[in-house]
Nanobody
Framework: QVQLVESGGGLVQAGGSLRLSCAASGDTRCIAAMGWYRQAPGKERELVATITSGGSTNYLDSVKGRFTISRDNAKNTVDLQMNSLKPEDTAVYYC???????????????WGKGTLVTVSS
């Protein structure tokens, strides 16, 4: 019911910056929190940052002070500004949306297909 499309990944040198964007489409009325996860080769997927519809944010400890998540509820987009990138940030980054579980909303989790971020030393 909801489709998520990420963009903005690429190759960047350590210390550089990238801005990831995620656009939600379909029936977006039930979306509560949105966020970004990442998965490096051979590693488990981990939460990077989340943001509620009210603007409350949470971050992975290792990205605090470097990454900023933002959201435009009207446009159904969520961005991740990544500064001071490190080689350890190299991963496929996935957009995520959490549906409410109330009335016609089914509480489902929605995922984008991912965008690759590669940070070179």
């Amino acid at each position: 019911q909801v489709q998520l499309v990420e963009s903005g990944g690429g190759l960047v040198q350590a210390g550089g910056s990238l801005r990831l964007s995620c656009a939600a489409s379909g029936d977006t009325r039930c979306i509560a929190a949105m966020g970004w996860y990442r998965q490096a080769p051979g590693k488990e997927r981990e939460l990077v940052a989340t943001i509620t519809s009210g603007g409350s944010t949470n971050y992975l400890d290792s990205v605090k002070g470097r990454f900023t998540i933002s959201r435009d509820n009207a446009k159904n987009t969520v961005d991740l500004q990544m500064n001071s990138l490190k080689p350890e940030d190299t991963a496929v980054y996935y957009c995520h949306a959490q549906s409410k579980r109330v009335f016609w909303c089914n509480g489902a989790d929605y995922w984008g297909k991912g965008t690759l971020v590669t940070v070179s030393s």
